[in-house]
């Protein structure tokens, strides 16, 4: 029972931090049909605000998830008008910003590698103590990672349903020349999506390097994982892809915890080929998810 | 004669390197509708995608009650007034009938606004009401219709472009878009329509014109094309 309990503690955590990760990913796929391989650089540059807050500054946590929201939030918006807005037009965008954004991705981790230094550090943001229920210690960490994740969540939805920005993002997405007739510009929409998404990654940054450790690097790892939930949960459907980040979280502890530590990772990779091959589109996806 | 609320100068347009649009010169008077007629993949829509700023305009000029407009990007176009309902389903699928006709009026500055806005489109589609809530991708095809057309009036546009009223839908559903335009013109003066087939839409225009193969090759009154049967049976199979 405990390592029941145990394991899905451990599940829900990675699950909810993988759920961060997947919309970010999920949100721009399905406005823009772009696929965001620098989302792992977001993760790194919300992970280095937050612990940039706390060491240098010497700021209470309080203030690290709202710096690396900031910073997620400029992140994007550079990113949109420097790069983005010059591409989405082009014919061949779903392909060429796969490229450049595992360009800006390299070009990121190398600019923190060269101003921050290679060594893996502690992300200071960690809260200490636990609360036992049932026989286990369920860390407050767990808690307020589940806690901040479903906020960033609701705010998510609340943005996509009940804000003007989020009209218009999910008008575009659904119809782009359509919203383009009622006067959207479309620019506008996938810069606001654009920033959304960066700052949700910068967010879960903070949260997946609380709960491992603060590198360079740190966000190719999460990035791959979303990218297997969303192919996984079919690429774009949003609500599906946190449904997928949750179960494939559990999964993966699981797996961990039965096999072993190492064998988390391959089985969840397995476990996308397998799908792939037996429903391409993926199990909540749309057969035809082409746009132009 | 009346101020010109739309005049297009030699317009040529098309995609890649195939030209659609041959030297298209149109005006349409403040209050009047123009209907352009055609067969199918002569220009029709591509014309009006050219007007609204979808397809780019590769020479001539397009004017918006005096003001050059061809070298704005769409969504200005629709700041200032022009506004195109779509052809066929271009409603957003996953979206609520009340949020489709919301997004027509992204652009209005309150709620007071828009609250007007959706009175008026649904005192002139009760049906819509009743289907406020329900998803557009659930509609009937006529529903859909009156959606868009509901969609374009929320815009409270000063011109409307309407491609296709007509298109793939029953004779009685035709009835019924036909009427809506009626009531629309009440509103909103200003209209081009573009159909394949002129018969419905001699009802609504003050002057037609015929397009073939990216030129007009005639232009007069509704009543003057019924009389000319040469010119129905050359371009319009009629």
């Known amino acids: 029972m405990d390592i029941f309990l145990q394991i899905v503690i451990s599940g829900l955590t990675v699950g909810a931090m993988y759920a961060a990760g997947t919309i970010a990913l999920s949100l721009l796929w399905s406005s823009m049909g772009m696929l965001n391989l620098a989302n792992g650089a977001f993760i790194a540059i919300g992970g280095y605000a937050a612990y940039w807050c706390m060491t240098v500054l010497h700021a209470s946590w309080i203030f690290a998830l709202p710096v690396a929201a900031v910073a997620g939030l400029i992140s994007g918006y550079l990113f949109y008008h420097l790069l983005v807005r010059w591409m989405y037009r082009q014919a061949d965008f779903q392909i060429n910003i796969i490229i450049a954004t595992v360009a800006v991705a390299a070009l990121i981790e190398n600019g923190i590698l060269n101003t921050a230094g290679p060594e893996a550090v502690r992300q200071p943001f960690q809260v200490a103590g636990g609360l036992p229920i049932a026989g286990v210690i369920l860390p407050y960490q767990t808690l307020v990672t589940i806690a901040i994740v479903l906020a960033l969540l609701i705010i998510i939805l609340w943005v996509l349903t009940r804000t003007r920005l989020g009209l218009m993002i999910r008008a575009v997405s659904q119809q782009k020349e359509a919203a383009q007739l009622m006067g959207i510009n479309v620019s506008q929409a996938f810069g606001g999506a654009m920033m959304l998404a960066a700052t949700i990654a910068a967010v879960s940054g903070v949260l997946v390097t609380a709960n491992t450790q603060l590198f360079p690097g740190v966000g190719f790892d999460a990035t791959l994982k979303a990218l297997v939930i969303c192919i996984i949960a079919g690429l774009g459907n949003i609500r599906a892809s946190i449904f997928m980040a949750v179960a494939l979280g559990l999964f993966e502890m699981t797996v961990q915890y039965v096999f072993g530590q190492r064998y988390g990772f391959p089985a969840m990779l397995a476990l996308i080929i397998l799908v792939l091959i037996i429903k391409p589109a993926g199990l909540f996806g749309k057969e035809t998810v082409t746009r132009v | ?238």
């Open chain 2, 1 to 238: 004669m009346s101020a010109t609320a739309l005049k297009l100068t030699t317009v040529e347009a098309g995609y890649d390197r195939l030209r659609v649009l041959k030297g298209i010169s149109l005006s349409v008077p403040d209050g009047k509708t123009v209907g352009i007629v055609g067969p199918n993949g002569h220009g029709k829509s591509t014309l009006l995608r050219v007007i609204s700023g979808l397809v780019p305009l590769w020479s001539g000029q397009i004017f918006l009650s005096g003001v050059a407009i061809h070298n704005l990007p769409a969504h200005q176009r629709v700041a200032l007034g022009l506004v195109q309902i779509p052809q066929g389903d271009m409603v957003f699928a996953d979206m609520s009938v009340e949020e489709n006709l919301r997004l027509g009026a992204i652009l209005a500055p309150d709620e007071d606004e828009i609250a007007n806005r959706l009175e008026l489109v649904f005192n002139m589609f009760p049906r819509l009401l009743e289907r406020r809530e329900q998803v557009a991708r659930t509609l009937s095809g006529g529903e859909r219709r009156m959606l868009g057309i509901g969609r374009g009036l929320m815009t409270s546009g000063q011109i409307l472009l309407i491609d296709e009223p007509s298109l793939g839908l029953a004779p009685k559903l035709i009835d019924q878009v036909y009427e809506a335009l009626h009531d629309l013109r009440r509103i909103t003066p200003t209209l081009i329509v573009v159909e394949e087939n002129p018969e419905r839409l001699q009802e609504i225009a003050d002057y037609v014109y015929v397009i073939d193969d990216g030129e007009f090759v005639w232009n007069g009154t509704p009543a003057s094309l019924r009389e000319n049967a040469d010119l129905l049976r050359t371009y319009l199979g009629a």
